[in-house]
């Protein structure tokens, strides 16, 4: 198994310009999750979908859209870029329940100029 | 959802035994605490999860009284390599109903010297 796998490991982006970060497991987790870090903080929750088809809003949702049409994928869409989006995200994804094991990705830094 | 409060940063020497303790006043009966280190430019790693007592793996051990309004993430002989931020997360993933995430604080830094 891959485990979770994310695209890009890093981005440049200018302020108002938009991107799909990609997200992808094979563990067939119903839980996935989207979570930014900034530096010197620990992981806010942005969105997180409990099946294909549920998603909900975390600690920080506004300015990221995502969708979950598969159990496989959940991508977060940034619609509209800015400069306070710069921070690293990392995908995660976990069983049947919020407690259960969350297998995080290798996550994605992402620059907005 | 339950509240957790860790210091913000540690020390420790090789070789020595580390105790990060969390107090989470407000636990609710059906929460779980579950602990995750993260090293730099990585997503975090699930060390261990408990409920009550006493629980210990191949990494860590966990102690949680009999209150469970606090716990004990216990590291024995730690190394360089145990230098991370090590997290504590409280909850079940369920509120007034619905199925929510569970949500990570800031943590606390341990750095180990040599």
């Known amino acids: 198994n891959a485990g979770v796998t994310q695209t890009p490991k890093f981005q440049v982006l200018k302020t108002g310009q938009s991107m799909t970060l990609q997200c992808a497991q094979d563990?067939?987790?119903?839980?996935m999750s989207w979570y930014r870090q900034d530096p010197g903080m620990g992981l806010r929750l942005i969105h997180y979908?409990?099946?294909?088809?549920?998603?909900d809003q975390g600690e920080v949702p506004n300015g990221y859209n995502v969708s979950r049409s598969t159990t496989e994928d959940f991508p977060l869409r940034l619609l509209s870029a800015a400069p306070s989006q710069t921070s690293v995200y990392f995908c995660?994804?976990?069983?049947?329940?919020?407690?259960?094991?969350?297998?995080f990705g290798p996550g994605t830094r992402l620059l907005v100029l | 959802l339950a509240k957790t409060t860790q210091p913000v940063s540690m020390d420790s020497y090789e070789g020595q035994e580390v105790n990060i303790t969390c107090s989470h006043n407000?636990?609710?009966?059906?929460?779980?605490i579950t602990w995750y280190q993260q090293f730099p430019s990585q997503g975090p790693r699930f060390i261990i999860q408990?409920?009550?007592t006493k629980v210990t793996n191949e990494v860590a051990s966990l102690f949680i009284p009999a209150d469970r309004k606090s716990s004990t993430l216990s590291l024995p002989r730690v190394s360089l390599s145990d230098t991370a931020v090590y997290y504590c997360?409280?909850?079940?993933?369920?509120?007034?109903?619905?199925?929510?995430?569970?949500?990570f604080g800031s943590g606390t830094q341990l750095t180990v010297l040599p």
């Open positions: 979908s409990v099946g294909a088809g549920i998603t």
């Open positions: 995660a994804s976990n069983h049947d329940r919020a407690q259960e094991t969350q297998y």
């Open positions: 408990g409920y009550k």
């Open positions: 407000n636990i609710a009966t059906n929460d779980y």
């Open positions: 563990m067939n987790h119903e839980y």
């Open positions: 997360l409280v909850g079940d993933g369920i509120s007034s109903g619905s199925a929510r995430q569970l949500t």
